[in-house]
């Protein structure tokens, strides 16, 4: 089947993402704890948190679809150069967001003046929470990069990043809601006792992915099913 990709809009639905997540959490919960814990476990070796995540959620789809797998696949680095570039490219935007308050703050405390020291200071607050709507910004516009990397395949993040900006157009409230609710859901475990990150934390995962295959089933369309629709009429 010749399935591309046509990036539109998604319609977000929170409420089936919050309960499907939960039916294939119970389903296979100890096998997807385990991928989690080796998801964790990888994360902990440098610039390979996010292929770890993109495992998780190809690990996840398996799962999902009864396709053969393990919760060791999460130790795959077929990917590495594509995430390593990513973290790259997202280590240097946050350098460049920060570049001015290399000199904002040794600027303050050289300033004798003290209406310029308070002029600066004021200015150094608005800029951190520029820097604060900015990161938002980027994490929200980019949330399904994720999904276009792992189960899409797509190696170039211009590209991802593109179509994730199409994808989220008019959803950023609504994927911040989602993420908001999802991360308090997800630290329960971690606040109320520490091993209890290991049944709420799944939680977090199995909601983003099925978020990811909702939305990517969306802009997916079947080129020879397409072909024949436009013979037939």
Avoid at 3 to 14: A, D, E, G, T, Y
Avoid at 82 to 91: D, N, V
Avoid at 174 to 184: A, E
Avoid at 189 to 216: Q, S
Wanted: with cysteine; glycine share 8%; charged share 15%.
């Amino acid at each position: 089947m010749n399935v591309k990709l046509s990036p539109r809009p998604i319609n977000f639905n929170m409420n089936l993402y919050l309960s499907e997540g939960y039916e294939l959490l119970k389903k296979e919960f100890v096998n997807i704890a385990l991928a989690t814990f080796l998801c964790l476990i990888m994360s902990i070796i440098p610039f390979c948190g996010f292929l770890a995540m993109g495992n998780l959620y190809k690990y996840l789809r398996d799962v999902k679809n009864h396709r053969p797998s393990s919760p060791g696949d999460i130790f795959n680095f077929d990917n590495f150069s594509t995430y390593f570039i990513l973290q790259l490219i997202m280590i240097a935007g946050l350098f460049v967001l920060f570049i001015p308050m290399f000199f904002i703050f040794p600027g303050i405390m050289l300033l004798q003046n003290e209406i310029a020291g308070i002029g600066a200071g004021i200015f150094g607050f608005l800029y951190m929470i520029f820097i604060f709507v900015a990161l938002f910004y980027f994490v929200l516009k980019g949330f399904y990069i994720p999904a276009l990397f792992s189960l899409k395949g797509i190696t170039d993040i211009k590209t991802a990043w593109k179509m994730s900006k199409i994808m989220t157009k008019g959803n950023l409230l609504m994927i911040f809601i989602f993420s908001i609710i999802v991360l308090i859901l997800s630290q329960i475990g971690a606040i109320a006792c520490g091993i209890g990150v290991l049944v709420t934390m799944p939680y977090m995962y199995t909601t983003h992915y099925i978020a990811f295959e909702d939305a990517l089933k969306q802009i997916e369309y079947d080129e020879i099913t397409e072909i024949g629709i436009k013979e037939k009429y």
